[in-house]
Nanobody, 127 residues
Framework: QVHLTESGGGTVAVGGSATLSCVVS????????MGWFRQVPGKQREGIAA????????TYVDSVKGRFSVSSDAAENTIYLQMASLKSEDTAMYFC????????????????????WGQGTQVTVSE
């Protein structure tokens, strides 16, 4: 059975940093396409980063490019999302997910391409 557990959320000041973790069990996250998504109430879940570590492939949505960094720790079977220069519009529930296949990015990181999901961790960026 696959389980994904996010942690690291909380309240962060504008311009601050935070690192989210996603501990994975039941599959090899290093050899699986993994994604980070976020969602605010009333809006669709947005894919912001994807990583396929075994193939050294990473992609980001433009709104986080240069500020967020996704990485994988094979030994810990964990993926990370390092977030810097946080803005109020980054406030959201953040989810990690395990996917089916690596698409020809750049394109939208689509929820339909991901099968297993964590419960999410809330990140609130405040003034």
């Amino acid at each position: 059975q696959v389980h994904l557990t996010e942690s690291g959320g909380g309240t962060v000041a504008v311009g601050g940093s935070a690192t989210l973790s996603c501990v994975v069990s039941g599959l090899n996250s290093h050899r699986t396409v993994m994604g980070w998504f976020r969602q605010v109430p009333g809006k669709q879940r947005e894919g912001i980063a994807a990583i396929y570590a075994a193939a050294e492939k990473i992609t980001y949505v433009d709104s986080v490019k240069g500020r967020f960094s996704v990485s994988s720790d094979a030994a810990e079977n964990t993926i990370y999302l390092q977030m810097a220069s946080l803005k109020s519009e980054d406030t959201a529930m953040y989810f990690c997910a395990a996917g089916k296949t690596w698409r020809e990015y750049p394109r939208r990181i689509d929820t339909d391409d991901f099968v297993h999901w964590g419960q999410g961790t809330q990140v609130t960026v405040s003034e």
